[in-house]
């Protein structure tokens, strides 16, 4: 019984081990890939040891083009999370307060609008922004990002909220508060934890988001990974620049992601529209 | 009598309702506004299009053409092409991402030494922007530059030209599918066992349940229903690899890893034919519901209870 014991443990720590070097080994290799020069990065056998390089690095960042895709991203993923939050905030906190159907019904509105796959909004909003001029456009991607990030940050406070105690919020009520005081005064500082982490996973999808920005823009506001993509299509595929910049990609996402995957369970099952 | 007092009661519990959410039901209002004309508009104006000649290459003006796409549509090969694509791209690797999440999740369950930056590692791909994904399974794929056929020929094996061939190519896919969201099941499947009572195992243990009686007997039961969660969303969401066909194959080569909503995409964006394409991820999407029909309503009744708390 004992040994046994010790046997399934050890086999299942083998099966971790393995599933890690899994994972690591091919983002390791493109972290490697990024350090290469072009001759190192096609030379057989595959070379662990090498002279590192930054060259990549200093084209990439001296690439304007990269730079603007940067600051696109950046804006973008922001304008979104902040004009998100203005709507979801408030939906989230009438939603922890009201009861009955109506409320069951919302929430339930809101998830299954999230399961349709993106492409099935992507063809009118082409049209309709062709038609708007709102094609190549910061404000355009931001709205169309409201479609996964304002489902996703009110699905992600609706269980937070539930879980803060009331008596505040009733003992306010009864000394003559109004709900839109409760939500500012009392409950939103003690939300305030959620919220962060609701903003950081928004940011994450904004930010890694790629169909949308890959029909919706043109040449100004390119995000990062359509920028990554285009480096693929008309550069004669310089893989030392695709590697550096997903490196720069993927960093923030990762450290943000560190941060916030205790919430991760709550973002990631109400579900992501990623193509 | 009591059956006729029961409407009032439930009259009673919904008045009472009215009035508690009446002054919550504008907080709620403007999110309802946004999402329902960023949303069920564009679902709506979709329907339109597909009974539209919209085209943005030919000189015609639109016509209204009613269900002509659709009937062209089962006369497409390529249309039907891409549905049997798209059945292989969903389930092909989701066998594979429930057993290694399901024995993931063990380990993750388990104390050991270290156990808490393995955790870390196995969560990387959660973050994982799709689009990077793809570009690092193109680099492993692609000869020379990815190691994988060199380390395939140092123990024997002549690897294939994984990306040229219609069915490596789908099978690259599924690699990069299987590393990409096997953790999500992972996680899923974690956060359900931590939830599971600790006396079931124990009282198990003492009746003498070796590890894999455990295992058949109590885990699995208890996970049934996360399961079936899991599945749901994985089919709902296994289309979202559309980035990393697009960088990895774009489709090819010759069409085979072509799927309905990137078929819908190349309808749409590279032949400008926008109600033809508007045609094709309507009745992906119909289908998809269909098949989820019976399992999707189960799960919404659980999500629904859990807004519910």
Known sequence: MKTRSTKVTLGLYTFGIVWGFVIVAPVFWLALLSLKTPLDAFAVPPKLFFEPTLDAYFAVFGDSKFLAAIANSFIISVGSVVLSLLIAIPAAYGLRNMRGPLRYNSMLAILLIRMVPGMVYLLPFFVLYKYLNLLDTHIGLIIVHLIFNVPLIIWMLAPIWASIPKDLSEASRIDGATPLQILLLVDLPLVKGGILASSILAFIFSWNEFLFALILTRRTVVTLPVAIVNFLAYEGTEWGKISAASMFIIVPAMVFGFLVRRYMIAGLSSGAIKG | ?309
């Open chain 2, 1 to 309: 009598m009591a059956a006729a007092s029961m409407p009032d009661t439930m009259a009673l519990v919904r008045l009472s309702y009215r009035r508690s959410n009446s002054g919550y039901k504008r907080f709620v209002i403007p999110a309802m506004f946004v999402i329902a004309v960023l949303t069920i508009v564009p679902i709506l104006m979709t329907v339109a299009l597909s009974m539209t000649s919209l085209s943005y290459l030919n000189t015609r003006p639109t016509a209204f053409i009613g269900m002509e796409n659709y009937v062209e549509l089962f006369r497409d090969q390529r249309f039907l092409n891409s549905l049997w694509q798209s059945a292989i791209l969903i389930f092909g690797p989701l066998p594979f991402q429930l057993l290694f999440g399901f024995f993931l999740a063990l380990t993750m369950n388990e104390r050991l030494p270290g156990m808490g930056w393995l955790r870390l590692i196995f969560i990387i791909p959660m973050f994982f922007p799709p689009i990077v994904m793809g570009l690092m399974w193109k680099v492993m794929f692609t000869p020379q530059l990815g190691g994988i056929n060199y380390y395939l020929s140092l123990i024997g094996i002549q690897g294939p030209l994984w990306l040229g061939e219609p069915f490596y190519a789908l099978i690259s896919i599924c690699i990069a599918a299987i590393w990409g969201w096997t953790p999500f099941v992972a996680v899923m499947f974690y956060t359900a066992m931590q939830t599971f009572p600790k006396d079931l195992y124990e009282a198990s243990r003492i009746d003498g349940a070796t590890w894999s009686q455990q295992l058949r007997f109590v885990t699995l039961p208890l996970l049934r229903e996360t399961a079936l969660v899991v599945i749901v969303f994985r089919i709902m969401e296994a289309l979202a690899i559309f980035p990393i066909i697009f960088v990895m194959t774009s489709g090819g080569p010759a069409g085979s890893t072509e799927t309905a909503n990137y078929y819908a995409y190349t309808a749409g964006f590279q032949f400008l034919k926008v109600g033809y394409a508007s045609s094709i991820i309507l009745t992906f999407l119909a289908m998809l519901f269909i098949i989820l029909g019976p399992a999707t309503r189960m799960l919404l009744r659980k999500v629904g209870a859990e807004g519910e708390r």
